[in-house]
Structure formats: C-alpha cells, structure tokens
C-alpha cells in the first residue's frame, strides 16, 4: 500500500506550489497591470497636456536677467513685471537678449486639465 500512495503523489506534485504560481499571475493581473497602466496615462496626460491662451497678451516691462538655478532647464530666465502689476519668470530662449526696462508682451497660458499656469513670449514693443 505504501507504494501506491507514493506513486500517487508522483504523479501530481505538491499542490501549494501550482497554486502559488497561479496567485502570483493573478495578482500581477488584478494589481500591478492597472497600477502600470493608470502610472502609464498619468506620464502622457502630464507631458501633453494642450496649453490654452488666456485673455489678451499683456504688456510688461523687462526687469534683469538672471541664470537658471540647479535643477530647471539650462539657459536664462528672465523676469518681467506686467502692467498689471505683476511679476512673472520667462523662459529666455525665444528672447534672444533682453535688456533691463525693455517693453515686452507676454501671454497667459493655462493647461487643459491640470490648469497649470504658466507665460510665454509673445514680441517686443519697441
């Protein structure tokens, strides 16, 4: 009898293995597919989120340039206090080089979905 027993379980092997190997496809399934994927949507929704203008440009006259810190996009960045009585930061590679009191017109952007606000170059005054 003992011999039949033995050949029985060599037939089937240990049955917490196969289920764990099962568990494991399934929780990659049901878990970690979706997370992939919902990390996946959020990356694309945040590189294109599509830029809206808002309102009309407004005029502002250039303060001094200063250098990028560590950390943002290598170039300057320029400072313009708005007519409104603003201060906004511009990125300085469409400017070419501004001086200091330069009359410059600038444009409000907000994003689509995650109403980031942000401003852009539009033309100079003079």
Not at 1 to 16: N, T, V
Not at 25 to 43: Q, S, T
């Amino acid at each position: 009898m003992s011999q039949q027993k033995k050949q029985e379980s060599k037939g089937r092997g240990p049955s917490k293995y196969r289920d764990s190997e099962r568990r494991q496809g399934r929780r990659f399934f049901f878990v970690w597919l979706p997370v992939i994927i919902v990390l996946i949507l959020f990356f694309y929704v945040l590189v294109f989120d599509p830029p809206r203008p808002v309102g009309q440009p407004i005029p502002g006259t250039s303060k001094e340039s200063e250098q990028a810190q560590l950390g943002e996009t290598a170039g300057k960045a320029y400072m313009v206090v708005l007519d409104d009585g603003r201060m906004v930061k511009l990125d300085g590679s469409l400017m070419g080089s501004l001086g200091a009191g330069r009359r410059v017109l600038v444009q409000e952007n907000i994003t689509l979905i995650f109403k980031r606000k942000y401003f852009s170059f539009v033309r100079y005054l003079e």
